[in-house]
């Protein structure tokens, strides 16, 4: 079992940073891939970014892709995406995910723990 506990979501204007965490509790945690997702009011939920175990493999999603990036550190049972030069369609509740398997998987169906979300608006 891995709990997952997101912050630093916000309200920021496009072109901003901002940097959100996922801190995961449980032993086991390191042993998860890690993958963040987001969801817009009215849209399905979408892939944004994953990490290998190790942190060595990430993927993203092309929307993302050199915008953001998606760090962890084992030690610390943390998640980190880093948002740089954001876009008003970024504006969206983003979720952290753990998923048991190793293969990077882009499918919202393939991970099997979830956080409550945090809230990102970026304004024009």
């Known amino acids: 079992q891995v709990q997952l506990v997101e912050s630093g979501g916000g309200l920021v204007q496009a072109g901003d940073s901002l940097s959100l965490s996922c801190a995961a509790s449980g032993r086991t945690a390191s042993s998860y891939r890690m993958g963040w997702f987001r969801q817009a009011p009215g849209k399905e939920r979408e892939f944004v970014a994953s990490?290998?175990?190790?942190?060595?493999?990430?993927y993203y999603a092309d929307s993302v892709n050199g915008r953001f990036t998606i760090s962890r550190d084992n030690a610390k049972s943390t998640v980190n995406l880093q948002m740089n030069s954001l876009k008003p369609e970024d504006t969206a509740v983003y979720y952290c995910?753990?998923?048991?398997?190793?293969?990077?998987?882009?499918?919202?169906?393939?991970?099997?723990?979830w956080g409550q979300g945090t809230q990102v608006t970026v304004s024009s």
């Open positions: 995910a753990a998923r048991r398997g190793l293969r990077h998987m882009a499918s919202a169906g393939s991970y099997d723990y």
């Open positions: 990490i290998s175990t190790s942190g060595t493999s990430t």
